[in-house]
């Protein structure tokens, strides 16, 4: 009997670390309004903490200089990373970063691992990926325009083509962008990914496209969402990260982990939510009690612990999944934490932004930013009706229809043929009557 949900001691005292860590020292950072390099300059200590801790970049192998916990454990520590928007930087996981890290760890060339995995891990480059399209469907990028083409002659790749919501992309010292490079071959293998550099000539960082999250116009902030036009844009042949055509075969290795840390930072926040809205029911009086005496605000509470104890076990079982029988047999598992963990963690934040009445509402709490932050969570890294749709797919394969097109459950061809299965003992017990 192997069903184990324990942490193993050893591992849960770095958790409790963790937690105390990122509460009395990250959580205090979020209220004041720092600029990138005070920003980058108040991390400086926390992250050396983190390293002599043995707790940097904890999503990659050892030997490209992480800690190889895999994704149960780096689960458990995303979702105290995700608490705050500042935690993953402390500890070198934060996204696109690290999932461009385990990319480039799993498909790059030992030029490319010495050049861009090195110095990211080290936290001296930074770095964006470069998919979605304003012309084309996100949520099909089979649909993809950008192209490169080689230029066998100069030995260099040329894209061009129009992006936009590449995450980080205005503060990257590169990005991986999806291009397609094999237009004659099958959908999912016509793209490849190529890194290129973000000085290269060619690439214009038009805007960070305000968004919901982040209302305001301003640019070169790290959470940005870049729009980006690449114009004859050449970088060296060996910028080709994995072989030509793997872009989405590498894209689904790269998204399935990363939609279980997300997932985990999610639930994170959702928790910080709820211990909000429990903190309120203990001493807001309306109409002659305390809210937690209401029945609707017990039953928000109680709809909300089992709405994330739900998520988190399901994340937490993806993540095992994938540790045990790899990122692909988890695909399923993973699609379903994608839409049921975006909507677990809108839920649970809007029960406590109303309990807050219009102090919730207010930017005197951080309900609102986290509000705003979880409409994107239905959108990035599939819609959820992309996600639904393949969980859907996957479970309708194992289903055929029945003979004659009658429903296998119908009672009365059952009955028939239970009549003719028992007619020994039906006929004892009519004798005997
Ligand atoms: C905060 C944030 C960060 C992001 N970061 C990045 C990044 O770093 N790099 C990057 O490349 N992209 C990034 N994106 C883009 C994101 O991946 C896309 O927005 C997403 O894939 C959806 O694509 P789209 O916006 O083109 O919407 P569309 O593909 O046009 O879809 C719009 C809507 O159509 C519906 N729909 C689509 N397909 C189906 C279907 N098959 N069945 C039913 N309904 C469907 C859904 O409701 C969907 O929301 C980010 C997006 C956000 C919001």
């Known amino acids: ?98 999932g461009n890290s385990e990319l480039l760890a799993l498909a790059g060339t030992p030029e490319q691992k010495e050049r861009w995995l090195a110095p990211l891990l080290a ?20 649909t993809l325009q950008t192209t490169a083409v080689l230029d066998e002659g100069a030995g260099e ?20 962008v999806m291009a397609v490079t094999e237009p004659a071959a099958r959908a999912h293998q016509r793209a490849s990914m190529i890194i290129v550099p973000a000085d290269a000539p060619g690439v214009t ?28 844009v050449r970088v060296p042949a060996e910028n080709l990260l994995g072989p030509r055509g793997a872009g989405f075969l590498l894209a689904q290795s790269r998204l399935v982990p990363g939609r279980i840390h997300h997932c985990m930072r999610w639930l994170g926040v959702a928790q910080r939510a709820f211990d909000m809205l429990c903190e309120r029911a203990t001493y807001r009086v309306s109409h002659g009690s305390v809210l937690g005496d209401k029945q609707t605000v017990r039953n928000w509470i109680a709809d909300s612990a089992a709405q994330m104890q739900a998520a988190r076990l399901m994340t937490l079982h993806a993540a095992w999944k994938i540790d045990t029988e790899g990122p692909a047999a988890a695909r399923t598992d993973v699609s379903l934490i994608k839409f049921y963990g975006a909507q677990v963690l809108h839920d649970v934040i809007d029960r406590a932004l109303q309990i807050h009445g219009s102090l919730g509402y207010s930017t005197d709490l951080p309900l609102e930013a986290m509000y705003r932050y979880a409409r994107g969570a239905r959108l990035y890294d599939g819609p959820d009706e992309v996600h639904r749709d393949a969980v859907a797919r996957q479970i309708l394969r194992r289903y055929d229809p029945p003979p004659g097109d009658v429903p296998r459950e119908h009672v009365p061809t059952r009955r028939i043929a239970a009549r003719e299965r028992f007619a020994e003992l039906l006929e004892t017990v009519t004798s005997n009557d």
């Open 123 to 142: 936290g001296d480059l930074r770095s964006a990926f470069s998919m979605t399209e304003p012309g084309v469907a996100g949520a099909d990028p089979t």
């Open 205 to 232: 960082i038009l805007r960070d496209v305000p968004t919901m999250e982040q209302p305001a116009e301003h640019f070169g902030r790290l959470g940005g969402h870049a729009e980006i036009t690449y114009e004859g």
């Open 1 to 98: 009997m192997a069903w184990d949900f324990s942490t193993e001691p050893e591992f849960q005292a770095h958790l409790d670390w963790m937690a105390a860590f990122v509460r009395e020292e990250i959580w205090p950072l979020e209220t004041l309004d720092l600029d990138q390099a005070q920003l980058d300059r108040a991390l400086a200590p926390l992250q050396a903490q983190v390293r002599a801790r043995g707790l940097w970049a904890a999503h990659l192998p050892p030997e490209h200089g992480g800690q190889g916990f895999g994704q149960v454990r780096l689960g458990l520590m995303h979702e105290i990373l995700g608490t705050s928007p500042f935690a993953p930087s402390a500890f070198g996981n934060q996204a696109p970063d690290s």
């Open 157 to 176: 790749w040329v894209l061009d083509g129009h992006k936009w919501f590449t995450s980080n992309g205005s503060v990257a010292d590169f990005l991986i």
